[in-house]
């Protein structure tokens, strides 16, 4: 029995190393891609918990005020979390517990007793991507606040 041999042709060649290059290239770009997108999630996630936090307190601190005949013992122009123990009571035990959660936050709350109005704000730190440096930030870093108004019954 005799075995022939064909000839190779010249289209039969495969893959040179520049096109396998370029393949691993286009899926390290993909990937670096999916690695960014779930990078960018999770900041997003943990930035959503700190708003819900907030949003925790400030309604804590509203009910806090409708629960006293003076609202007024709840009202603070400029407090943070750092100067708690200026603070007295359920107000010094509210902030203690935010200083917690929200570490660095600021917080004001207000009275308006014409309109019977309580307004709490809550600022805190949070880290953004692409958030270039501004004046007292460094790049990432950002802030975000929440006011929740709570008009009281007569």
């Known amino acids: 029995m005799t075995l022939y041999h064909s000839p190779i042709r010249s289209t039969q060649r495969g893959f040179s190393l520049i096109e396998v290059l370029i393949a691993v290239l286009i899926l390290g770009i993909g990937l670096l891609g999916a690695a960014a997108l779930q990078l960018l999630s999770l900041q997003n996630i943990s930035n959503a918990e700190l708003r819900t936090q907030a949003t925790l307190f400030a309604q804590e601190l509203s009910e806090l005020a409708r629960t006293v005949n003076d609202p007024t013992t709840y009202v ?10 200026s603070l007295s009571g359920e107000f010094k035990l509210w902030c ?9 936050s600021t917080f004001t709350s207000a009275w308006d007793a014409t309109n019977r109005e309580f307004t709490t704000t809550i ?14 930030n460094a790049a990432g870093e950002g802030s975000s606040s929440y006011t929740l108004i709570t008009r009281f019954a007569q």
């Open 96 to 104: 203690d517990e935010m200083s917690h959660t929200l570490q660095g």
């Open 76 to 85: 603070a122009s400029a407090g943070d979390t750092a100067s708690c123990g």
């Open 123 to 136: 600022t805190w730190p949070e880290r953004m991507m692409y958030l270039d440096a501004s004046g007292n």
